[in-house]
């Protein structure tokens, strides 16, 4: 304890002559003063210069986003330029590989007009789909759309072929996914496609 009082006093006996020099007396207020308002400021302007700094980084971040729909705007317009300058022939032949809906009859007419003549249909069926969705009228259509189907027909070798023919022909985009063949005495040949159609939607 007598320890700490004399190193206390000699604490005092150092730091006394700077208090009492007049000088320090007389500006001793104003440094403290300014040493205040330098912390009020900091701590007031804290809020202020942290909500600029976001707003920056907002700003940055907006204006890269109307970059990019600048830029894909200007891609459309092109798209749309190129488009328009296609003939209606060609327009009508996309239509056709890829149809703007999921034309189901076409479809169908399509498939029934592949087998060739001498060959039978004994089934075809579509996978159900949704023909009408009111919740993207308005949107623009840029999503392949896909309709499975089932195509069997019963004939010789040669009309099978002749049917894997026509789907390479089809005017209308068609991929086959699976395909067998069997054979039984005394029967046709049985031939079933599994396959794909396409709609943008």
């Known amino acids: 304890m007598a320890k700490t009082a004399i190193q206390y006093s000699r604490y005092y006996t150092y730091i006394r002559p700077v208090i009492e020099n007049p000088i320090v007396k007389s500006f001793a207020p104003y440094i403290f003063s300014l040493i205040t308002i330098a912390v009020m400021l900091v701590f007031a302007l804290k809020p202020t210069i942290s909500t600029i700094l976001n707003l920056q980084k907002t700003l940055n971040q907006n204006t890269e986003v109307l970059k990019q729909l600048?830029?894909?705007?200007?891609?459309?317009?092109?798209?749309?330029?190129?488009?328009?300058?296609?003939?209606?022939?060609?327009?009508?032949?996309?239509?056709?590989?890829?149809?703007?809906?999921p034309a189901v009859t076409s479809l169908l007419y399509s498939l029934q007009n592949l087998t060739p003549t001498g060959a039978t249909v004994s089934a075809?069926?579509?996978?159900?789909?949704?023909i009408f969705d009111a919740s993207n009228v308005n949107q623009p259509k840029t999503t392949l759309g896909e309709i499975d189907f089932t195509y069997n027909i019963?004939?010789?070798?040669?009309?099978?072929?002749?049917?894997?023919?026509?789907?390479?022909?089809?005017?209308?985009?068609?991929?086959?996914?699976?395909?067998?063949?069997?054979?039984?005495?005394d029967k046709p040949l049985f031939v079933s496609i599994s396959g794909k159609s396409y709609y943008l939607k």
Do not use: C, H, M, Y
């Open 70 to 101: 600048e830029n894909k705007s200007k891609t459309l317009t092109e798209a749309k330029n190129n488009l328009d300058a296609l003939g209606a022939k060609t327009r009508e032949k996309i239509d056709t590989a890829i149809p703007p809906k």
């Open 124 to 130: 075809l069926e579509v996978q159900p789909i949704t």
């Open 154 to 185: 019963e004939g010789d070798f040669n009309q099978a072929l002749t049917v894997l023919d026509n789907f390479n022909k089809s005017q209308s985009i068609l991929t086959i996914t699976n395909l067998s063949l069997s054979k039984q005495p």
